[in-house]
Nanobody
Framework: QLQASGGGLVQAGGSLRLSCAASGRSFSGFAMGWFRQAHGKEREFVAAVTWTGGSTIYAESVKGRFTISKDSAENTGTLQMNSLKIEDTAVYYC?????????????????????WGQGTLVTVSS
């Protein structure tokens, strides 16, 4: 299971740090991703990191502002969000998927992720 936390209300330009705690199984060989879904829109890719390799990838809209990381020993991942914009307002979901599947579906494609957290709401105000 995945448990996301850390969402909240922040002013534009501020920062938030989201966490994702993984439990119940080994996630070795997996990648962890963050997706978000704004009201009335489809869920979109935000960032991903391989669980052991540390390779990262970001959506263009967050590149340079968000940083994804993981702690394999603690089985946790984080998404540090800086310089937040109003358009970053959304429910953020963490997800995990096996690399052997993600290499064919694409690490940015939500279809490749088998495990999802419950979502945490991030609201950025003006």
């Amino acid at each position: 299971q995945l448990q996301a936390s850390g969402g909240g209300l922040v002013q534009a330009g501020g920062s938030l740090r989201l966490s994702c705690a993984a439990s119940g199984r080994s996630f070795s060989g997996f990648a962890m991703g963050w997706f978000r879904q704004a009201h009335g829109k489809e869920r979109e890719f935000v960032a991903a990191v391989t669980w052991t390799g540390g390779s990262t990838i970001y959506a263009e809209s967050v590149k340079g502002r968000f940083t994804i990381s993981k702690d394999s020993a603690e089985n946790t991942g984080t998404l540090q969000m800086n310089s937040l914009k109003i358009e970053d307002t959304a429910v953020y979901y963490c997800a995990a998927g096996p690399m052997f599947k993600l290499v064919s579906t694409s690490i940015t494609n939500r279809d490749g992720y088998d495990y999802w957290g419950q979502g945490t709401l991030v609201t950025v105000s003006s």
